[in-house]
């Protein structure tokens, strides 16, 4: 898997590659409006397929090295 911006990330829908688009500047005022709203930003389908695969397949080459907790519910 070739691991590069343009192959990861799913850029119709978050053109991070054309900074100067008014499509760029539009994802960044929905980032910045969910970062003051609710301290967080949620990117649906911000990993292409392909990204998504290649993380899936980083992810299980090193299972072995995570670290498990028990979770507690509150």
Known sequence: ????AET??????YPVDRPQSAE?????ERVK?????DGCVVLPNFLSIEGLNAL???????KSQA??????KM
């Open 67 to 72: 670290y498990y907790s028990k979770s507690k």
């Open 8 to 13: 990861i990330i799913d850029l119709d829908n």
């Open 1 to 4: 898997m070739d691991i590069r």
């Open 33 to 37: 409006e969910g970062l003051t709203e």
């Open 24 to 28: 760029y500047q539009g994802v960044v």
């Open 56 to 62: 899936v397949q980083e992810s299980e080459k090193r």
